[in-house]
């Protein structure tokens, strides 16, 4: 989470699929968020929206605009003029990943396949015991942990046997609305 934002689903489990690394991505400074769609372009399938927290002017020449726009899946970029300003950069999606992208909109992040499970954990630096790695492998200690996190006091929630471990994501979630971004503006105003 940068600021305010939290992190979409797709920041986790679809941007490894344009390969590279975190780094490359700019992930834990310039990187915003990911998305799978944008308000202006609703319905289209197929691409991936990065936002990123550098304005249009400036994003070419920075480090991480210089890498992404020479990648083979890079289609564009846009500013967005809110406060600062910022750039959006689109990628298309390789229809390689077509299983995965239903399994990710169906919320079964452990029905990936094995293939993209490994892809995911080494995008992320993931090691063995780690969240992720559980949530990919419905480790039963990940469960026992995360039904310890969600149960308040007086009320024991068991997560049924099966059932994946992270929650299945929204379109409205997944979709980059310039309204939240405002949002964003005013409480760093506020702060």
């Not at 310890?148 to 979630?173: C, E, Q, R, Y």
């Amino acid at each position: 989470m940068i600021g305010e934002i939290t992190r979409t689903r797709a920041c986790v489990y679809i941007l490894p699929m344009l390969g590279e690394s975190r780094e490359y991505f700019g992930y834990t400074s310039e990187l915003m968020n990911v998305y799978m769609f944008e308000e202006s372009y609703p319905g289209i399938d197929g691409y991936v929206y990065l936002l990123y927290s550098i304005n249009e002017i400036e994003f070419e020449a920075s480090q991480v605009g210089m890498r992404i726009t020479k990648h083979e899946n890079y289609i564009a970029y846009y500013g967005i003029c809110i406060g600062k300003g910022y750039t959006m950069v689109v990628f298309e999606l390789s229809q390689n990943y077509i299983y995965d992208i239903k399994k990710f909109w169906e919320g079964k992040f452990s029905e990936f396949t094995d293939f993209y499970k490994m892809a995911i954990l080494d995008f992320h630096g993931a090691i063995n015991d780690s969240v992720l790695h559980g949530i990919l492998g419905k480790l039963p200690k990940i469960k026992t942990d995360l039904e310890k996190k969600i149960s308040g006091a007086g009320a024991k929630v068991t997560i049924p046997n099966g059932m994946d471990l992270d929650s299945k994501p929204f379109v409205t979630t997944e979709t980059f609305f310039s309204k939240n971004l405002r949002k964003y503006e005013q409480k760093k105003v506020i702060l």
